[in-house]
């Protein structure tokens, strides 16, 4: 009885640890920094990236003209967000990316595009200023 359950508890311990190495080695096995990085922040968090050479923050949701999920309207409208992008000690930038626009900005090699912004409007509910969570995606710009 106890080498069986020596056996089981020793297949537990295995069976662990190739399943953390398979989490590791997922998605962890592209460089950022090359590749880009997604990063999701509430108003007034931020967030260093790229091995700590660049901090964005969201400072403001400036326009959420969205059109409501309970509503149905002629223009899908934007939302628009205040970010704030600094390279290691260097003063920082302020910029506005349009959600719906497309719209990127470049600062020091760096391209950030707002890629989504939740909660989605409603007509019964407004939206307070700390319950917004943007998704910037930040990537190194090609020449």
């Known amino acids: 009885m106890?080498?069986?359950?020596?056996i089981l508890f020793a297949a537990i311990i295995l069976g662990?640890?190739?399943?953390?190495?398979?989490?590791?080695?997922g998605?962890?096995?592209?460089?950022?920094?090359t590749t880009g990085q997604s990063v999701t922040l509430g108003v007034n968090?931020?967030?260093?990236?790229?091995?700590?050479t660049l901090t964005v923050k969201v400072l403001a949701v400036?326009?959420?003209?969205r059109c409501p999920k309970d509503v149905n309207c002629i223009q899908a409208g934007n939302a628009k967000v205040r970010v704030s992008v600094r390279k290691g000690t260097d003063s920082s930038r302020i910029v506005d990316l349009d959600l719906n626009g497309g719209t990127s900005v470049t600062f020091e090699n760096y391209k950030i595009t707002l890629s989504a912004l939740t909660p989605y409007?409603?007509?019964a509910a407004p939206i307070k200023r700390n319950k917004?969570?943007?998704?910037l995606n930040v990537s190194p710009a090609t020449s």
């Open 2 to 6: 106890k080498k069986a359950l020596l």
């Open 16 to 25: 662990g640890a190739q399943i953390v190495n398979a989490q590791v080695d």
């Open 27 to 33: 998605p962890y096995d592209k460089d950022p920094t």
């Open 45 to 52: 968090k931020s967030k260093k990236l790229f091995d700590r």
């Open 62 to 65: 400036v326009e959420d003209s």
């Open 121 to 123: 409007p409603e007509t």
């Open 132 to 135: 917004y969570i943007a998704t």
